[in-house]
Structure formats: C-alpha cells, structure tokens
C-alpha cells in the first residue's frame, strides 16, 4: 500500500499530461500540456496551452486528439510553454497518469531549453490504480474513465487532467476504506 499511502498523505498537488506528435521524446515533440491546481483536494486552477510546432501531425495523432497543424501555427513555442507550466505548477508534487511518460518529455526538454530537469516530486495514478484494483483487467485512463462512469472526453490534455484527478479521489475514498 506503499503508492496508495503517498497518495492518501497528499492533498496539494498538481495534475499535469500532455499531448506529443509521438511516442519519443527526443524526436517527437510535445504539442499540447495541460495541469490542474488541487489544494486541500479541490481543483483550484487550470492551465492548457497548445505548442507549436513544425511536425506534420499524423492523422493518426490527429484520430486520437482532433489536434491539427492548424490549430498550432499561432500557438506559443515549447520554452514560452515550459516556463508558463512550470510558474504555474512550482514546488507542488506532480500527479498523472503513467507519469513516467509525459515526465520524459518535460524533463528532455527542460535540459535541452534550460539546461535542468524538474525536480518536483511525482506521484503516478496508473501504479495507485493498480494497487488499489488489482483484479481490473485494464488499468488506462480511458478503460477506468467508463469503469467509474467519469465524464468527458479522451485524449486532450485538460480533459484527461480533470479524469485524472476525479479518478484520484475516487481511489483515494477506496483506499482510505482498506486502511480503515
């Protein structure tokens, strides 16, 4: 009960996820981040920007996030986006979903831009899910969105945000239930 402890015992946090043109962080970019402020468990602020780029989006990406060239071609660069996310997020533990991924991104972009990596402390809802609901056959965001009947949609980063933190509550009132 190690990751359910951390998440129980944390109650400001940010949620952060970002939408990329593909699955490589050093040659994929990141075209879309998104976080939500929580203290004392309730969402405080939101944050969304796009982020240019000069990638063709695949239609693939395109299916998966409805996000285009178009929409990009005004949007702020990736270091004005950094900066704006990392102002808004400061010293508060990060929470997100298989953050181990959108982690990647940030941080290889922060040593290239800034010459340094985050270094706030995450906490992922993907192993807390895990722990908690060992016996759900899936563990991604979009199966465990319908499985608690979360409302919203998939695949953009303030949406997947607030499913985030909505599945965090539930499994932290699951959690503190086992540990009662």
């Known amino acids: 009960m190690k990751v359910a402890q951390n998440f129980l015992n944390t109650h400001d946090f940010v949620v952060v996820d970002i939408e990329t043109t593909g699955l490589n962080c050093k040659t994929d970019d990141i075209i879309e981040v998104s976080a939500v402020r929580v203290e004392d468990d309730i969402v405080t602020d939101e944050f969304s920007r796009l982020i240019h780029t000069d990638k063709e989006i695949s239609p693939f990406i395109f299916g998966l996030t409805g996000i285009n060239n178009a929409m990009l071609e005004n949007a702020d660069d990736i270091s004005t986006v950094l900066c704006e996310l990392f102002d808004f997020v400061g ?51 979009s199966f465990l969105k319908d499985y608690f009947g979360i409302s919203g949609a998939s695949h953009r980063a303030l949406d997947d945000c607030r499913t985030t933190y909505e599945l965090v509550e539930i499994l932290k009132k699951k959690a503190a239930g086992e540990t009662a």
């Not at 991924?101 to 192993?127: H, Q, V, Y």
């Open 91 to 141: 010293d508060m533990p990060i929470v997100g979903h298989n953050i181990g991924f959108d982690m990647r991104f940030i941080s290889w972009n922060s040593a290239l831009l800034f010459g340094e990596k985050p270094c706030n402390r995450t906490l992922d809802s993907l192993l807390f899910s895990k722990e908690i609901l060992p016996e759900l056959r899936s563990h991604k965001l």
